[in-house]
């Protein structure tokens, strides 16, 4: 029988949750991120709403590739399974290397150019777990040379998203604001 490839968004959601989980990283670790970014500009940021986007952003697919396969690689260079010069320079988490700030960005470019600049923002300044994860890099305890990028865009992205959010619920505060019917919602189930 083939291996199953296509997996649902409950399934991606609960594989990311638990790699995540397994290398060190909680949904809240990665909320926390965005709570902070965006309490910068808003004084109403809820944890509930960092929480929900972060496990949103979880479930997608393309999301669901970068992180498994960032996982994998990480782990990979722990055991020593790559061969040549490349090994070496995963495992020294080389500051040139840059292909897993390449992973990072692709996911911080869901979101926009304010998902980048966020995601710059994070990768320069290193909060919470994103420097908790580079310490232990650097010590040699473990290797997350893609981890720290892909955790830290996982921040970014749900920062944005929490952005968006407060950006409709204050467009809706305008007393003009008239809710409208989609085409599609008129369709029957
Ligand atoms: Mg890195």
Redesign the pocket.
């Known amino acids: 029988m083939k291996p199953r490839v296509i997996f649902s968004r409950e399934e991606m959601f609960k594989m990311n949750r638990d790699a995540l989980l397994e290398r060190g990283v909680t949904i809240r670790d990665i909320a926390e991120i965005a709570f902070n970014q965006q309490s910068r500009y808003n004084d109403n940021i809820s944890m509930k709403v960092c929480i929900e986007s972060v496990e949103k952003i979880l479930s997608y697919r393309d999301i669901f590739h970068l992180v498994q396969l960032s996982i994998a690689i990480d782990k990979m260079t722990e055991e020593g399974k790559f061969e040549g010069p490349i090994q070496d320079i995963m495992q020294a ?1 080389l500051g040139m ?1 840059g292909v ?2 390449i992973f ?1 960005l692709s996911i911080a470019a869901m979101y926009g150019t304010v998902g980048q600049t966020n995601f710059g923002d994070i990768d320069v300044n290193k909060p919470g777990i994103v420097k908790k994860l ?1 310490d232990e ?1 650097k010590l040699g305890l473990k290797c ?6 892909i955790v830290g865009a996982l921040g970014a992205a749900a920062s944005t998203r929490v952005a968006q959010i407060v950006s409709e619920d204050e467009s809706m505060k305008n007393p003009n604001y008239e809710p409208i019917r989609f085409e599609f919602e008129d369709e029957e189930e």
């Open positions: 988490d290397f897993d700030e990072g580079n890099g997350h040379t893609f981890l720290d990028d």
